[in-house]
């Protein structure tokens, strides 16, 4: 869904809330953390993405015929067989009292303001992620009027382009969250891995990408234990000769009481230059 792309103006600046000892790994590393999207804050992050697919076939079906549409969701069924989809949340919004409160330690926290142009180059695709239901369906119908038309100019042959189509279709859906969250103003990295088949069972690969506009490697798969599961991630590196190192914006959370200036020598020291440092406006006992 082109619509939920993320192009940013520059000047622009993309927030990551996170707890003080996630804002010094980030600052010390260089590196974001890209997640399994089935592990997010949402525990309906995909269901409610492929709802919105549900709602639209049902419009759909007297146009497109229910033949066309049960093979797109076959596809879209069985993506999760194909890749999974990692990834690194972003805030448009860099004091928001629920984002403190939710991703930042309850407000001991930080906000770390990102050069947006910058982290929208690395490998990984920005999406934009909307809340109202009514544009969420209304985007979704289109692109799956699009798929039909092409198929149907194809004489419906189901080549590797349609598979192609409802692939990408199956992670735009990952742009689509409920109406609750719509505080977050949120952009997210979208970082894909493939899953192939390995013994009786599978296994994930990374295939690299594109990172500020040059051919970047494969990034090595790692595993953190959340309760008593697996979760895959990756860290990548924000850094690059174009951007520098991205970061441009601290903002303390209202329950840190971190001194702005000792915030400040860390980061120059640690070689994050130029950083402006600043504290919540937020109201928060």
């Avoid at 149907?152 to 042959?157: D, Q």
């Amino acid at each position: 869904m082109l619509d939920r792309y993320y192009s940013p103006s520059a000047g622009d600046l993309l927030y990551h809330y996170c707890s003080a000892e996630t804002f010094l790994s980030i600052c010390t590393g260089k590196r974001l953390r890209f997640s399994d999207i089935n592990s997010m804050n949402d525990s309906q992050e995909i269901k409610w993405g492929y709802s919105i697919w549900e709602d639209a076939a049902t419009e759909l079906h007297k146009i497109t015929g229910v033949e066309f549409l049960d093979a797109v969701d076959e596809v879209l069924s069985q993506s999760g067989l194909r890749a999974l989809g990692l990834a690194s949340c972003f805030s448009k919004s860099g004091d928001v009292l629920s984002q403190w409160r939710a991703y930042a330690d309850d407000g001991h926290g930080f906000a770390i303001g990102f050069d947006a142009e910058a982290i929208s180059s690395m490998a990984a695709a920005p999406l934009e992620v909307l809340y109202n239901k009514e544009q969420q369906l209304r985007e979704v119908k289109e692109v799956v009027l699009a798929i039909y038309e092409i198929e149907k100019s194809k004489g419906h042959s189901r080549d590797h382009d349609f598979l192609n189509d409802c692939f990408r279709l199956y992670f735009d859906l990952a742009s689509l969250k409920n109406p609750a969250f719509f505080e977050e103003s949120e952009v997210r990295l979208l970082h894909v891995l493939n899953v192939e088949p390995s013994n009786e069972s599978f296994k994930l690969t990374s295939a690299g990408g594109i990172a500020f506009g040059e051919e970047a490697a494969a990034t090595p798969i790692s595993f953190l234990m959340r309760k008593n599961s697996p979760v895959p991630y990756v860290d990548m590196s924000f850094t690059s000769k174009k951007y520098g190192t991205a970061i441009k914006e601290v903002v303390l959370g209202p329950k840190n009481d971190s001194l702005m200036v000792g915030v400040s020598i860390f980061l120059e020291t640690v070689g994050l230059p130029l950083v402006n440092v600043r504290k919540s406006a937020a109201s928060y006992r």
